[in-house]
């Protein structure tokens, strides 16, 4: 199994980046995918997820309403869609996947992670 991500990169504050993540070997299609991000010297935290058939989408309170998850399951990809972004969403961010398929904000959930893409905001 394998997930990368990509569309990371630097932006001022208030601009937009989009991420995105693909995953191959994954053998069930009913898997939930989510978004995580760490800062320097800070713990793993949530910021996204969408369930198994992209049926319902979940937001940190911090992202909610400036970011958007899709998923594209022909593509097997999620995307990332960051708006009105901050220097506090400053972060590498890392896609994971959870075959339980319904998507959680607890990072021990998931089953697979990528390598992560650094999104770095300027002020």
């Known amino acids: 199994v394998q997930l990368v991500e990509s569309g990371g990169g630097l932006v001022q504050a208030g601009g937009s980046l989009r991420l995105s993540c693909v995953a191959s070997g994954l053998t069930s299609g009913r898997y939930a995918m989510a978004w995580f991000r760490q800062a320097p010297g800070k713990e793993r935290e949530f910021a996204a997820a969408?369930?198994?058939?992209?049926?319902?989408?979940y937001y940190a309170d911090s992202v909610k309403g400036r970011f958007t998850m899709a998923r594209d399951s022909a593509k097997n990809t999620v995307y990332l869609q960051m708006n009105s972004l901050k220097p506090d969403d400053t972060a590498v961010y890392y896609c994971?996947?959870?075959?339980?398929?319904?998507?959680?904000?607890?990072?021990?959930?998931?089953?697979?992670w990528g390598q992560g893409t650094q999104v770095t905001v300027s002020s």
């Open positions: 969408i369930n198994w058939n992209g049926g319902s989408t």
């Open positions: 994971g996947a959870d075959y339980r398929g319904s998507g959680t904000v607890e990072a021990a959930d998931y089953d697979y």
